[in-house]
T-cell receptor, first 113, second 114 residues
Framework: GAGVSQSPSNKVTEKGKDVELRCDPI?????LYWYRQRLGQGLEFLIY????????KSGLPSDRFSAERTGESVSTLTIQRTQQEDSAVYLC???????????FGDGTRLSIL | AQTVTQSQPEMSVQEAETVTLSCTYD???????LFWYKQPPSRQMILVIR??????QNATENRFSVNFQKAAKSFSLKISDSQLGDAAMYFC???????????FGQGTELSVKP
């Protein structure tokens, strides 16, 4: 497809489990971003990739959160030992380079029981 | 720290009328961009309009235009001839060339009455 693709669309899991969220950026986009959106709120920045490196990880809320990107393409966001406060929509965006507009995927809605 | 503030949690407009959504921001940077994004219930963030801070001319995109007041750090969005499909959450966001992230406001939920 031509847009940013995220999977799964929805994820329900029990507290304490690990989850992995996937993002396929638009082909050729070197920059990739993860954001979190809690219910009724704006987006919070989590991490930014330029190619395979992450110059800015400042938004990751704790060491339970990590992300990687391989082959300047797919990125995965991993949350270990999930807590109820991790429940949110996780949105991925990509851009041709750092200063170009970001294009967003539809997000993954994560629900922690 | 850079911040973006949207003071209107909800707004309502009659179909075919005009509505203005407010946004203010705070930064010490000189090189930045400002955006309005629309988020319908489908969750996807859709870019509505973009403004470069170095440009004095207000950006316009069909029925959408901005009023960019740099000295006042204000960036409002005007929607003319409102349509039912304009109903959504609208987010104001800023981007700084020294960073790599968008900073978002809390959003304004716009409803359009037929």
């Amino acid at each position: 497809g031509a847009g940013v693709s995220q999977s799964p669309s929805n994820k329900v899991t029990e507290k304490g489990k690990d989850v992995e969220l996937r993002c396929d950026p638009i082909s050729g986009h070197t920059a990739l971003y993860w954001y979190r959106q809690r219910l009724g709120q704006g987006l919070e920045f989590l991490i930014y990739f330029q190619g395979n490196s992450a110059p800015d990880k400042s938004g990751l809320p704790s060491d339970r959160f990590s992300a990687e990107r391989t082959g300047e393409s797919v990125s995965t966001l991993t949350i270990q030992r999930t807590q109820q406060e991790d429940s949110a929509v996780y949105l991925c965006a990509s851009s041709f380079n750092r200063n170009q507009p970001q294009h967003f995927g539809d997000g993954t809605r994560l629900s922690i029981l | 720290a850079q911040t973006v503030t949207q003071s209107q949690p909800e707004m309502s407009v009659q179909e075919a009328e005009t509505v203005t959504l407010s946004c203010t921001y705070d930064t010490s940077e000189s090189d930045y961009y400002l955006f309005w994004y629309k988020q319908p219930p489908s969750r996807q963030m859709i870019l509505v309009i973009r403004q470069e801070a170095y440009k004095q001319q207000n950006a316009t995109e069909n029925r959408f235009s901005v009023n960019f007041q740099k000295a006042a750090k204000s960036f409002s969005l005007k929607i003319s001839d409102s349509q039912l499909g304009d109903a959504a959450m609208y987010f104001c966001a800023s981007y700084y060339n020294q960073g790599g992230k968008l900073i978002f406001g809390q959003g304004t939920e716009l409803s359009v009455k037929p």
